[in-house]
């Protein structure tokens, strides 16, 4: 679809996670096509580096943060990523971290795997 944008809009704010995400849908000139991106709003960091065709339900936002979760552990995090504490969006117990081996954290009230 290019850079043909027709109209930004917030058309839903809700808590994930005990997080507050917003949805944003994009229309585009010359279609009919919509693109949904989710935001975390504490943060202001967009979450989807491929934006949804449908407009996405709280269980795929939930199934977005888990697959960031598991990239960030994993180190396959996208570089779209790069410089953002992905950690604090995952997992909402902020400065709930522990450490099992002054290496890997997890969160003390979740277990939510936060990586290295």
């Known amino acids: 679809m290019g850079n043909q944008v027709l109209s930004t809009e917030t058309v839903q704010t809700l808590t994930v996670n005990k997080r507050v995400m917003?949805?944003?849908?994009t229309a585009w000139k010359n279609t009919d096509g919509l693109s949904f991106?989710?935001?975390?709003?504490?943060t202001g960091q967009c979450l989807t580096v491929e934006s949804f065709?449908?407009?996405?339900?709280?269980?795929?936002?939930?199934?977005?943060?888990?697959?960031?979760?598991?990239?960030?552990?994993n180190g396959t995090l996208?570089?779209?990523?790069?410089?953002?504490?992905?950690?604090?969006?995952?997992?909402a117990h902020e400065d709930q971290y522990v450490s099992d081996d002054d290496f890997t954290f997890?969160?003390?009230?979740?277990?939510?795997?936060?990586?290295r």
């Not at 917003?22 to 849908?25: A, V």
């Not at 991106?37 to 504490?42: E, S």
């Open 106 to 115: 997890r969160c003390r009230d979740c277990g939510t795997n936060l990586g």
């Open 53 to 73: 065709d449908e407009w996405p339900s709280a269980g795929t936002i939930e199934n977005l943060l888990e697959q960031l979760a598991e990239d960030r552990v």
């Open 37 to 42: 991106d989710v935001t975390d709003v504490a």
């Open 78 to 91: 996208d570089p779209f990523f790069d410089g953002t504490p992905i950690a604090l969006i995952v997992c």
């Open 22 to 25: 917003q949805i944003d849908r």
